[in-house]
C-alpha cells in the first residue's frame, strides 16, 4: 500500500514560521514521524513539499494508478486552490485534508476550505498529531475495503 503525503506553500517553514501558531516542529520532523508510523503499518509513504500548486498536481497526476490514498496539507491552497480540488476530486483513491492549527477558529477568512469538499475528511487543530491521525485514517480505510472485498 502506497500513501501520498502532500504538503503545501510555506509549510518547508514549520518549526520557524508563527511557532506559536505551528509549533516548533519541522517538516523534517514530521516526515521522519510519518514514515516511522507507515514503517509500524506496513505501508510506503511517498512525500512532497512545494511551493508550487503545479508541482502537487502533477505529484498526484504521477502516482493516480500506483497510490491507494493520500494526505494533503493545502496551507495557503486551502481557500484558493481550485485546481488542486479537482486534481483531487479526479483521484481513484480517498484523499484526507490534514491542518496542523485548527482554521476554524483563526482568522474569519481561513475557515473556508475549498478543498474540503473534495475529500474524504479532514483533521485539524493537533499539531504533528493531525498527520499521524490521518494516516492511520486512510490505512485503516484501505484494510477495511479491501476486507470488504475479500468477503
Do not use: C
Request: proline share 5%; hydrophobic share 45%; net charge negative.
Amino acid at each position: 500500500m502506497k500513501i501520498l503525503v502532500l504538503h503545501g506553500p510555506n509549510l518547508n517553514l514549520f518549526g520557524r514560521r508563527e511557532p506559536h501558531i505551528y509549533g516548533r516542529t519541522t517538516l523534517a520532523e514530521i516526515n521522519a514521524r510519518l514514515q516511522a508510523l507507515a514503517g509500524e503499518l506496513g505501508v510506503a509513504l511517498e512525500t512532497l513539499q512545494s511551493n508550487h500548486e503545479g508541482a502537487l498536481i502533477d505529484f498526484l497526476h504521477a502516482h493516480i494508478d500506483d497510490a491507494q490514498g493520500a494526505l494533503v496539507n493545502p496551507a495557503g491552497l486551502t481557500q484558493h486552490g481550485v485546481p488542486l480540488h479537482d486534481a483531487i476530486k479526479a483521484m481513484p483513491f480517498p484523499t484526507i485534508e490534514v491542518h496542523m492549527s485548527n482554521i476554524a477558529a483563526r482568522e474569519t477568512w481561513r475557515a473556508h476550505s475549498i478543498i474540503s469538499p473534495a475529500v474524504k475528511g479532514t483533521i485539524q487543530g493537533l499539531g504533528p498529531q493531525s498527520y499521524l491521525a490521518a494516516l492511520r485514517a486512510l490505512v485503516e480505510m484501505h484494510r477495511q475495503t479491501e476486507a470488504q472485498a475479500a468477503a
